[in-house]
T-cell receptor, first 114, second 110 residues
Framework: ETGVTQSPTHLIKTRGQQVTLRCSSQ?????VSWYQQALGQGPQFIFQ???????GRGNFPPRFSGLQFPNYSSELNVNALELDDSALYLC?????????????FGPGTRLTVT | GQNIDQPTEMTATEGAIVQINCTYQ??????LFWYQQHAGEAPTFLSY????GLEEKGRFSSFLSRSKGYSYLLLKELQMKDSASYLC???????????FGSGTRLQVQP
C-alpha cells in the first residue's frame, strides 16, 4: 500500500448532478495529481496541485475543478455530470513535481453516472 | 503533444520471459515510467528510466532508447500473479504530470 487514500470507493450519480472526490496524500508529499481512467484505457491527467496552487491542467473542461488544503489533501469536484464522466478517478501524490519524483497512486474512486 | 503506443494484449506461460514494448513521441523527454495495474486496483510503480540503457530490479528490467523513442519492460520467471495491465508513461519537460499509454494486458497461463 502507498499511504494514499481516497474516498468514497464507489459512487453512483445521476447526469447533471455534482460530485466531490477526496484524496489524502502520503505523509511528506506536497503534490497531488488527479487522473481519470476509463475502462480499458490508461489514466488521463486532469490537473495537479502543488502547495495549494494548481500547477498544470490536462484537456478537461472547467466543470472539473479542484482544491488542495494546507495538509496537502485534495478534492476533485465535477459539476454537471455527464455519462462519459463514468470512470475510475485516481489521485497520485509525490514529494515534488520533477520527473524523478515517483507518483504514488491511491486506490481510486469508481464513479458511475446514470 | 505526446503519443504513446503499446500492444493491447499479450499472453505468456508461467516461468517464461516476456517483453512488453512501448514507443513514444514527445516534444521534450523527461523520463519514462512503467506501472503495473491489477484489475480494479491502483497502478503501482515498477521502474523509471531517464538515460539510455537497462535498469534491472529483481525479475523486472526496463530499457530505454531516447533516440528511437523506445522502451521495453522485461519480466522474467513469470508468475501467475504477474497477470495484470502494464502501463508505459512518459513525462516531458512541458508538462507537470505523466502521459500514459493505454496499457498492455498480460495474461500468464499455467
Amino acid at each position: 500500500e502507498t499511504g494514499v487514500t481516497q474516498s468514497p470507493t464507489h459512487l453512483i450519480k445521476t447526469r447533471g448532478q455534482q460530485v466531490t472526490l477526496r484524496c489524502s496524500s502520503q505523509s511528506g508529499h506536497n503534490t497531488v495529481s488527479w487522473y481519470q481512467q476509463a475502462l480499458g484505457q490508461g489514466p488521463q491527467f486532469i490537473f495537479q496541485y502543488y502547495r495549494e496552487e494548481e500547477n498544470g491542467r490536462g484537456n478537461f473542461p472547467p466543470r472539473f475543478s479542484g482544491l488542495q488544503f494546507p495538509n496537502y489533501s485534495s478534492e476533485l469536484n465535477v459539476n454537471a455530470l455527464e455519462l462519459d464522466d463514468s470512470a475510475l478517478y485516481l489521485c497520485a501524490s509525490s514529494s515534488g513535481t520533477g520527473s524523478h519524483y515517483e507518483q504514488y497512486f491511491g486506490p481510486g474512486t469508481r464513479l458511475t453516472v446514470t | 503533444g505526446q503519443n504513446i503506443d503499446q500492444p493491447t494484449e499479450m499472453t505468456a506461460t508461467e516461468g517464461a520471459i516476456v517483453q512488453i514494448n512501448c514507443t513514444y513521441q514527445t516534444s521534450g523527454f523527461n523520463g519514462l515510467f512503467w506501472y503495473q495495474q491489477h484489475a480494479g486496483e491502483a497502478p503501482t510503480f515498477l521502474s523509471y528510466n531517464v538515460l539510455d540503457g537497462l535498469e534491472e530490479k529483481g525479475r523486472f528490467s526496463s530499457f530505454l532508447s531516447r533516440s528511437k523513442g523506445y522502451s521495453y519492460l522485461l519480466l522474467k520467471e513469470l508468475q501467475m500473479k504477474d497477470s495484470a495491465s502494464y502501463l508505459c508513461a512518459v513525462k516531458d519537460t512541458g508538462r507537470r504530470a505523466l502521459t500514459f499509454g493505454s496499457g498492455t494486458r498480460l495474461q500468464v497461463q499455467p
